[in-house]
């Protein structure tokens, strides 16, 4: 079988006089291993691993949504024990991105523990 995953997305603009949008066609691709990664997790207020299954064998496409209503989360790297935020994620937002596999990724959030929630695709 084929093209078994497909992603979509647009962003939308409108504030007074300012306009945009930004729409990409669906894009369709192939899952090689059959397996998906769908948990929730807590996250503190110091950085930690997002959590992967042991069963995973190559990150693929990933959807993190902050389920906090309040509060922010920031996704990152680790590099010498200082956390180092690549997105951040608040209240309810999510973010929709292909994880480079043998990468770590941390969270951690502000203020006090959130729970995130995550589905991560095999390759």
């Avoid at 956390?83 to 203020?111: C, I, N, Q």
Wanted: proline share 2%; charged share 20%; aromatic share 8%.
């Amino acid at each position: 079988m084929a093209n078994e995953i497909t992603v979509s997305g647009s962003l939308r603009l409108t504030n007074g006089i300012l306009e945009a949008s930004q729409s990409v066609s669906s894009l369709k691709v192939n899952q090689t291993t059959k397996f998906l990664d769908g948990q929730s997790q807590s996250i503190g207020t110091t950085h930690e691993t997002i959590t992967v299954s042991g069963d995973m064998t190559t990150e693929g496409w990933c959807l993190i949504k902050n389920l906090d209503t309040t509060n922010y989360v920031e996704i990152g790297r680790d590099v010498g024990a200082s956390f180092y935020p690549v997105m951040r994620l608040r209240a309810t937002e999510f973010a929709l991105f292909r994880w480079s596999p043998g990468v770590t990724l941390y969270a951690k959030a502000d203020t006090a523990a959130c729970v995130i929630s995550k589905v991560l695709l095999d390759d």
